[in-house]
């Protein structure tokens, strides 16, 4: 077998934060035309080594070498202009302005003898690039009118308009519906057949088993080992990942369910296709949520929790009517509602962990009238870390400098601090790494034992049959039925989740 040449080489790299040393002499190869895993738990050093690579960040030691030259990218716009490109895990994008701007920014098309953009050739480039992936996009919305799929797949196809050579692809299919997935993953396999080289990083374990040709592993900043895919299963990945053997995937199941205590009467939605939907949910139950992407699964929660609009329907807790107009009034009424899209709408960037955990809970820590104690606010965020094992060097620090997994940890502290008794949770466990999943489940176990409602939505149906309950099947909006999750199977959701397609 003639062996593929090497693209990409980054060899001892070494990177420090103040507090944290993200990155020990690490190492990784590419070869062409291969599909390269990058896998590690959540601040493992993984988009930390990535950055380096694009100068983001400036690596303290090591060498980077791209088809045998050593490189030294001053930004990413100089690492594109050398055929390197990310898709990065936290979207950049221009909202306000259209899909091919984006596309363009920075290069774009003139017109014949003229210094001015030619709207047309831009136009006709992005049809040119979108027509070759299969990507079905007018180039003409405004990115924030799109879903973040989309905007996802536009992020791509301007790498691929690029012609880079070496793709970096950071959790790319975190916001993907399953169909998505699919695309991407044709388009990850043209690009290999091209000769690209590409990098993949992604929780998701059953993805990167499908798509990877070899897989590195690291561990708190450390390389740990290189494997080919084909020789190497789950369980071993996992025990690299994490260090030691991962026994239980769910923790036991020894919540209560008790007497009524949620329900939702016809409710129906102003601006999307909900319609209808009525359920009760019990004290101490995880309720789940389950339904293909578009069943109206976030809208229903969102409509809940009072911040979609309503057209008809009726919410009562304990027998009581509640009206949840908006967010504040459904967080008083007892509800909280963690959202799907939460790092692009629940983070306070520049400020520390404290302050971002503690934002929707300020009336516990009042001293007096005006003044916010300290201490109380001290002992709650570190509850947060302590539960949720958030990985941080302290409380003060910015949570734009954790890592992706790290930072919702936060913002699901942010919600629990507010001591909910009705909990909405939109895909808790996106973005979190295998062995951080199982503690998130043993939280929510942990609230149902203490006589909570949870509700679960989530794309990955293990899960929901792993830890709920009873799982409600939406279907175009509409709510298709409802099973036991300890007597129900994948088959017959999937049947009930395709009843109004
Ligand atoms: N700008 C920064 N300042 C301080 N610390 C940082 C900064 N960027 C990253 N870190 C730290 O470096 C470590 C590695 O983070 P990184 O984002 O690379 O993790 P990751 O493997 O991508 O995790 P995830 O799976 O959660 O995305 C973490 O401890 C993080 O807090
Ligand atoms: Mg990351």
Redesign the pocket.
């Known amino acids: 077998m003639s062996e593929k040449n090497v693209l990409l080489k980054m060899e001892h790299i070494s990177?420090s934060?103040?507090?944290?040393k993200?990155?020990d002499d690490v190492q990784l190869e590419l070869k062409a035309g291969t599909v390269h895993a990058l896998m590690?738990?959540?601040?493992?050093?993984?988009?930390?080594?990535?950055?380096c690579l694009f100068g983001i960040?400036h690596k303290d030691e090591g060498k980077i070498f791209l088809d045998g030259k050593e490189v030294n990218f001053k930004d990413s716009k100089d690492a594109l202009e050398h055929g390197v490109a990310m898709v990065h895990?936290e979207l950049n994008q221009a909202l306000k302005r259209n899909v091919m701007d984006n596309m363009w920014l920075g290069r774009f098309p003139m017109m014949d003898k003229l210094p001015v953009v030619s709207e047309k050739k831009m136009y006709e480039q992005t049809m040119e690039v979108f027509k070759d992936l299969g990507i079905n996009v007018n180039p003409k919305t405004i990115m924030s009118e799109m879903p973040v799929s989309q905007r996802q797949m536009v992020e791509i196809a301007k790498a691929v308009s690029y012609n880079a050579k070496v793709i970096v692809f950071?959790?790319p299919t975190s916001s993907l519906t399953e169909v998505e997935v699919e695309h991407l993953f044709k388009i990850i396999n043209d690009l290999r057949n091209r000769g690209c080289g590409i990098i993949y990083?992604s929780?998701k374990m059953d993805e990167i088993l499908r798509i990877s040709d070899e897989v590195t592993i690291?561990r708190d900043?450390k390389y740990i080992a290189t494997k080919d895919s084909k020789n190497v299963t789950m369980n071993e990945i996992i025990k690299l990942m994490v260090g030691r053997e991962i026994t239980n995937v769910y923790p036991p199941k020894d919540n209560v369910v008790g007497d009524k205590y949620l329900e939702v009467k016809n409710l129906s939605a102003e601006y999307s296709k909900l319609e209808d939907v009525s359920f009760t949910g019990y004290r101490g139950e995880v309720l789940g949520v389950a339904g293909l992407d578009g069943a109206g699964r976030t809208e229903l929660l969102e409509n809940i929790f009072g911040i979609a609009t309503r057209r008809s329907g009726e919410i009562y807790v304990d027998g009581k009517r509640v009206l949840n107009r908006n967010s504040r009034e459904s967080i008083k009424n007892g509800f909280a509602m963690l959202t799907e899209e939460r790092r692009a709408t629940g983070i306070f960037g520049v400020r520390d962990i404290q302050a971002n955990s503690t934002v929707s809970s300020l009336e516990r820590y009042l001293k007096g009238k005006f003044m916010l104690d300290d201490k109380k606010m001290s002992e709650a965020t570190q509850w947060g870390i302590d539960t949720l094992k958030t990985?941080?060097?302290n409380q003060k620090?910015?949570i734009?400098?954790?890592?992706?997994?790290?930072?919702?940890k936060v913002i699901i502290t942010r919600w629990l601090l507010t001591n909910p008794s009705i909990l909405l949770l939109d895909e808790p466990t996106r973005?979190?790494?295998v062995g951080a999943k199982y503690e998130i489940y043993e939280l929510i176990l942990k609230l149902a034992k203490e006589g909570k409602l949870v509700i679960v939505v989530s794309s990955e149906m293990p899960e929901l049959l792993g830890i709920c309950d009873r799982i409600l099947v939406m279907s175009g909006g509409k709510l298709a039925g409802e099973v036991d999750a300890r007597k129900t199977s994948q088959e017959e959701i999937m049947t009930l989740a395709a009843k109004y397609v």
């Not at 934060?17 to 944290?20: I, T």
């Not at 590690?40 to 950055?51: I, Q, R, V």
């Not at 734009?400 to 919702?408: E, H, V």
Request: charged share 20%; glycine share 18%.
């Open positions: 990177k934060f103040p507090g944290v993200a990155l590690g738990e959540n601040g493992a050093g993984k988009s930390t080594l990535m950055k960040y895990q950071d959790e990083i929780h690291m900043g990985k941080t060097p620090t910015q734009k400098n954790l890592s992706g997994g790290n930072q919702q973005g979190i790494d």
